[in-house]
């Protein structure tokens, strides 16, 4: 069965430094590996997606993940981090060649302090 | 691009009174997904519809809840009767062929 694991609940981070927000995954075959955001009241918005080829990936507003094959890894990462990022981020695996649903991981809310 | 529009934002009901979520997902996306959130479960896939299909509702809480797709711009989830431990945010999606869901602004239920 999928699963996806972020291992801490929450990531502190001071303006301008630089964060990371770990997921790890666990599927039968090749995934596909996605990373979204959801700030407060709103609906999850996608930041970025690996399906193949190069391992590090980039996405929107600054954000990028690099795949890591062999530890089953895709964590999301960005070189300074801004007061406006803060945020619940939710990493999300779906089997290649299997069916069409993602599986969520449980969020880590990444609070950015000014 | 509307994105995927659900309605309403927000919903009080009393328990035992039905609700009815809606959702219409983007033009040409031809799978689209229920989800509700909450603190203690975090985002659970409720079910999935592919060309109007249900494909997997193994996520489904109990009989009290169902989905319908009658057609590829609309969608219900319906919950009868409802009870408080149903508040929780239930959000729409919908995916084309980019490998990406798009998610609806949610619906915020509270059952009282």
């Known amino acids: 069965a999928q699963s996806v694991a972020q291992p801490e609940d929450q990531v502190n981070v001071a303006e301008g430094n630089p964060l990371t927000v770990k997921c790890t995954y666990s599927?039968?075959?090749?995934?596909?590996l996605f990373w979204y955001v959801q700030y407060p009241n709103r609906g999850l918005q996608f930041l970025l997606k690996?399906?193949?080829?190069?391992?590090l990936v980039k996405g929107s507003y600054g954000f990028e993940a690099e795949f890591n094959k062999s530890q089953t890894s895709f964590h999301l990462k960005k070189p300074s981090a801004l007061v406006s990022d803060s945020a619940l981020y939710f990493c999300?695996?779906?089997?290649?060649?299997?069916?069409?649903?993602?599986?969520f991981g449980t969020g880590t809310r990444l609070q950015v302090f000014p | 691009d509307a994105g995927v529009i659900q309605s309403p934002r927000h919903e009080v009901t009393e328990m035992g009174q039905e609700v009815t979520l809606r959702c219409k997902p983007i033009?040409?996306?031809?799978?689209l997904f229920w989800y509700r959130q909450t603190m203690m479960r975090g985002l659970e896939l409720l079910i999935y519809?592919?060309?109007?299909?249900?494909?997997?509702d193994s996520g489904m809480p109990e009989d009290r809840f169902s989905a319908k797709m009658p057609n590829a711009s609309f969608s219900t989830l319906k919950i009868q009767p409802s009870e408080p431990r149903d508040s929780a945010v239930y959000f729409c999606?919908?995916?084309?062929?980019?490998?990406?869901?798009?998610f609806g602004s949610g619906t915020r239920l509270t059952v009282v």
């Open positions: 999300a695996v779906r089997e290649r060649g299997g069916t069409d649903k993602l599986i």
């Open positions: 599927v039968s075959g090749n995934p596909y």
């Open positions: 690996y399906i193949t080829g190069d391992n």
């Open positions: 033009s040409g996306h031809n799978s």
């Open positions: 519809f592919n060309n109007n299909v249900p494909i997997d």
């Open positions: 999606a919908s995916e084309g062929t980019n490998y990406g869901y798009t």
